[in-house]
């Protein structure tokens, strides 16, 4: 007699559940766990975004939308982005969260076989996707510093290469990728003829004066990016993708036989927030940044993240699992690098915590780095 499990399509063996939600899963038996592993935001929705959202429940606003998004969004959206680069050609849609734009985006462009490049450490996503899509994930290293080698990206192209993605200010690193980095990547997808995907949805946390970003230089990349992180709306499923006309009108395609459209009153509420200025949240962010890292810069192997609210140290003793292990045993909630890596030599800090809790955990991971294993 079979069995419900040869059911399960082939193509759902390649990867495992996402080891972040086994975390959660943990923290959530714990009775008073240091937890400084949430890749959220720490802070609520603002209130005129909350209000927005309610305002277009209370109103009716509560069907299905236009597949690509309600028209006041996507315009106030498109002013914004032509504004910022003045391509001809740059449309846009409003997706299911930006993992909803991260998949239709990938079943838009990637045949069976397709390589795909990505740079470890990577959002733990990203090869599962790939897999997901019938790709081939090519993983290049970026360890010590997570900078990215454009010699190393170029000697990685093959015929069978479609697609290079890139995610800056990074998920689990916090860095930013530089000026150079993203032109030269930029100029190298259009020499070969091959797509660029830029995941920016910690846009709106990066320390620097501007976020640099391969579209400057490459009108043909595809953006990702969304309200998620920004105004701490990750349950709320808002985000938005712009690029050339032909992948963003297939991207809608796909969405009308998969998320249909993302939540109706949200993207309302979507409208208002792009009012909020969110400058003091992200000072406060850098602030924790600075906190965490003179907690521990004198005893730690640290990259000084730009952006997001994650630091990737190098743990200390042991592997990067071990470590975790043990800071588990002590209460301390942290992710273990290898889920976002090849290797097991780092792990993951979220400083999207209250103050007095990444004081708490400066204080486990001091006294760790010292015990030893």
């Known amino acids: ?66 597949t690509q998004g309600i028209a006041p969004l996507r315009e106030k959206l498109q002013d914004r982005i032509d504004k910022r680069y003045g391509h001809t050609d740059r449309s846009l849609l409003i997706t299911s969260g930006t993992s909803g734009g991260l998949v239709l985006a990938m079943l838009s462009m990637v045949n069976q076989g397709d390589e795909v490049i990505l740079f470890d450490p990577y959002f733990v996503m990203y090869p599962p996707l790939v897999q997901l899509v019938g790709g081939v994930p090519v993983i290049l ?19 069978k290469t479609k697609l290079i993605m890139l995610n800056s200010p990074g998920n689990p690193t916090g860095v930013v990728a530089s000026q150079e980095e993203v032109k030269a990547l930029g100029e190298l997808a259009a020499k070969h003829n091959i797509a660029l995907l830029s995941d920016e949805i910690y846009s709106e946390f990066c320390y620097q004066p501007s976020l640099p970003t391969p579209a400057d230089y490459n009108p043909a990349t595809i953006v ?58 992200r000072e406060n962010y850098r602030k924790k940044r600075d906190r965490m890292i003179d907690g521990l810069k004198d005893l730690y192997e640290i990259a000084i993240p730009d952006g997001a609210f994650y630091i990737f140290p190098k743990a200390p003793w042991g592997t990067g ?31 999207a915590a209250p103050d007095q809790t990444i004081d708490r955990g400066i204080e486990v991971l001091r006294r760790l780095a010292k015990e030893g294993k």
């Open 224 to 281: 990702i990016d969304g309200f998620s992180k920004s105004h701490a709306m990750t349950g709320w499923r808002l985000g938005f993708a712009h690029g050339p006309t032909p992948i963003i009108q297939t991207m809608i395609k796909l969405q009308q036989y998969s998320f249909v459209c993302a939540p109706q009153p949200v993207q309302w509420a979507g409208v208002v927030a792009m009012d909020i200025d969110m400058s003091d949240y």
């Open 321 to 351: 699992s071990e470590f975790v292990h043990r800071a588990i045993e002590n209460e301390l909630l942290i992710i273990p690098g290898n889920i976002f890596s090849r290797r097991d030599t780092h792990f993951r800090i979220s400083y």
């Open 141 to 159: 290293d970026t360890y010590p510093d997570f900078r990215i080698d454009i010699k190393k990206v170029e000697a990685a192209i093959t015929p």
């Open 1 to 66: 007699m079979s069995s419900s499990v040869d059911w399960i399509a082939d193509r759902c063996n390649a990867f495992d559940s996402s080891g972040i939600r086994k975390v959660f899963e943990l923290a959530a038996k714990m009775k008073n766990p240091i937890n400084l592993s949430i890749g959220q935001p720490d802070f609520d929705v603002p209130e005129p975004v909350k209000q927005a959202c309610i305002e277009a429940i209370e109103k009716g606003k509560n069907a299905y939308s236009l």
